[in-house]
């Protein structure tokens, strides 16, 4: 089978699958437990990033890569405690990741 056939067969499956989850959304109500719920998976897959973060650099670096995502995080936390937003989060949260990782590895 042609290598371009294979990449048109699998982008054109995407797209099908895509474009029926939308066609079946206008049918199908979910229970309200389940789309509330629906809102508390972003703050916990950041969340489970932020672990796997820490956790990484504290293993590989010490205590002292460890800092910037710890820090960061501890920032992100604040942020959405006193705006109660997750995009508030991730505004603080990460420019303060980059800025000390940048000031650590150098």
Same mark, same amino acid.
């Given at each position: 089978?042609?290598? #371009?056939?294979?990449?048109? =067969?699998?982008?054109?499956?995407?797209?099908?699958?895509?474009?029926?989850?939308?066609?079946?959304?206008?049918? &199908?109500?979910?229970?309200?437990?389940?789309?509330?719920?629906?809102?508390?998976?972003?703050?916990?897959? &950041?969340?489970?990033?932020?672990?796997?973060?820490?956790?990484? =650099?504290?293993?590989?670096?010490?205590?002292?890569?460890?800092?910037?995502?710890?820090?960061?995080?501890?920032?992100?936390?604040l942020a959405v405690a006193? %705006?109660?937003?997750?995009?508030?989060?991730?505004?603080?949260?990460?420019?303060?990741? #980059?800025?000390?990782?940048?000031? %650590?590895?150098?």
């Amino acid at each position: 089978m042609n290598a #371009w056939a294979v990449i048109v =067969a699998a982008g054109l499956g995407s797209y099908l699958l895509r474009v029926s989850m939308i066609g079946a959304a206008d049918r &199908f109500r979910p229970p309200a437990r389940l789309d509330d719920a629906a809102g508390l998976v972003a703050p916990s897959a &950041f969340a489970a990033l932020a672990v796997s973060d820490i956790a990484g =650099a504290a293993l590989d670096g010490g205590a002292l890569q460890a800092s910037a995502p710890l820090t960061a995080a501890a920032v992100a936390v604040l942020a959405v405690a006193r %705006t109660g937003s997750a995009y508030a989060g991730m505004l603080a949260g990460l420019p303060t990741l #980059w800025i000390l990782t940048a000031l %650590t590895s150098a």
